[in-house]
T-cell receptor, first 114, second 112 residues
Framework: AQTVTQSQPEMSVQEAETVTLSCTYDTSENNYYLFWYKQPPSRQMILVIRQEAYKQQNATENRFSVNFQKAAKSFSLKISDSQLGDTAMYFCAFMSDRDDKIIFGKGTRLHILP | NAGVTQTPKFQVLKTGQSMTLQCAQDMNHEYMSWYRQDPGMGLRLIHYSVGAGITDQGEVPNGYNVSRSTTEDFPLRLLSAAPSQTSVYFC???????????FGEGSRLTVL
């Protein structure tokens, strides 16, 4: 069975700094998808970034980028020039290409300090 | 656009009572799923469906039933509520092409 591990329960950084959130996963599949979701205090889940395992190039969305290391089964999220609005829970997620099941890690609570 | 609609948003039950959380999506998504969110536990998959008439168990299916008679609807049933089922429940759907999940606003359930 696939698992997703986020080893940092909580992090705090100063506004404008860069922060990296860690995620590792375990799977025997070769094709799959990885995601980072953001959950602000409003509780609404928002997709931040998506990576397809067969693509070697790391995905980037404005200030958000990932470091995808397939062999190491690692999928970290880097937030550059962090802003107060980035304060949220961040969840790493894995989607199986075989059965479409999507599972999540336990999350990292990120605080951006003014 | 309504997206994914969950009802009710809040519910208080007594142990042993039954209830159904409703979920509907208007995006013609094949994939639908239910998650529960508990502090420190992240989102855990309860049940999911890849199309009408097809359902499968997730990580924590015990105590919950689902059915998928139409593409739009995916209700979650608690047959005999227990305090351990106190949680926030999220319904989500996806088009299976990008895998992006679209979430409902969540339903906070308290079982006394």
């Amino acid at each position: 069975a696939q698992t997703v591990t986020q080893s940092q329960p909580e992090m705090s950084v100063q506004e404008a700094e860069t922060v990296t959130l860690s995620c590792t996963y375990d799977t025997s599949e070769n094709n799959y998808y990885l995601f980072w979701y953001k959950q602000p205090p409003s509780r609404q889940m928002i997709l931040v970034i998506r990576q397809e395992a067969y693509k070697q190039q790391n995905a980037t969305e404005n200030r958000f980028s990932v470091n995808f290391q397939k062999a190491a089964k690692s999928f970290s999220l880097k937030i550059s020039d962090s802003q107060l609005g980035d304060t949220a829970m961040y969840f790493c997620a894995f989607m199986s290409d075989r059965d479409d099941k999507i599972i999540f890690g336990k999350g990292t609570r990120l605080h951006i300090l003014p | 656009n309504a997206g994914v609609t969950q009802t009710p948003k809040f519910q208080v039950l007594k142990t042993g009572q039954s209830m159904t959380l409703q979920c509907a999506q208007d995006m013609n998504h094949e994939y639908m799923s239910w998650y529960r969110q508990d502090p420190g536990m992240g989102l855990r998959l309860i049940h999911y469906s890849v199309g009408a008439g097809i359902t499968d168990q997730g990580e924590v299916p015990n105590g919950y039933n689902v059915s998928r008679s139409t593409t739009e609807d995916f209700p979650l049933r608690l047959l005999s509520a227990a305090p351990s089922q106190t949680s926030v429940y999220f319904c989500a759907s996806s088009n299976r092409v990008t895998g992006e999940l679209f979430f409902g606003e969540g339903s906070r359930l308290t079982v006394l």
